[in-house]
């Protein structure tokens, strides 16, 4: 198993699932800070729920369609970082990341995101990465950014959350932007 150094005392793994039990009280730290962030398919409950959670993932890593990580500070799993799509035969993906409240401010999602691209440009050919977030979501767009990202558009009334409906910013870099250093002069928190 491999474990990439982020930075300090912060690590990024494979998130699997034999972390079932690592990951849902992980979840119970982080529940109510990401429900109106993310997925409503990703915030779950308890041990099943968890299983349930990593057991859908290594499938779409099976399947080479999508990807899980973990990042753990002081051997304690406080967040990560996914490719949510992963098509090779088009060239395109979609990463996101979550972290529990205390591990925010602490440098940790964009560096992770980085080598999530590093990887996909480099090793598998892709041609285009996307990052989605709710548009009143400044910290998720900030990573974006830091990223060197394009904000391309926004998509009005998509993201259905607590009985309203937000829009959602689409954000994308593409291969040659990212291999003339898209993201690389970027501060790493």
């Known amino acids: 198993m491999f474990s990439l150094p982020l930075r300090d005392d ?18 119970d730290r982080a529940r109510e800070h990401i429900r109106p962030w993310v997925g409503a398919g990703f915030v779950t409950d308890g041990l099943d729920g968890a299983r349930g959670i990593l057991s859908r993932y290594a ?5 080479d369609g999508g990807r899980l990580y973990g990042i753990w500070h ?3 799993l406080v967040g990560g970082v996914m490719f949510t799509t992963f098509d090779a035969a088009s060239g395109s993906c979609e990463i996101g ?3 529990e409240p205390a591990a925010e401010g602490h440098g940790l999602v964009t560096p992770a995101c980085r080598a999530l691209l ?4 480099a090793e598998r050919g892709m041609y285009r990465a996307e990052w989605c977030c709710r548009a009143d979501n400044e910290r998720s767009a900030a990573v974006a950014r830091r990223l060197g990202m394009t904000l391309e558009g926004v998509r009005r009334a ?3 959350f607590a009985g309203a ?3 959602q910013q689409v954000w994308a870099v593409l291969a040659p932007e990212w291999r003339s250093g898209a993201g690389a002069d970027r501060p790493a928190s």
């Open 165 to 167: 409906r937000h829009d």
């Open 97 to 99: 990341c979550w972290l």
């Open 74 to 76: 002081a051997d304690t």
């Open 158 to 160: 998509v993201w259905p």
């Open 118 to 121: 590093d990887w996909a440009f």
């Open 10 to 27: 912060a690590r990024l793994r494979p998130l699997e699932v034999w972390h079932a039990a690592e990951f849902a009280a992980h979840m």
């Open 59 to 63: 499938g779409r890593q099976a399947a």
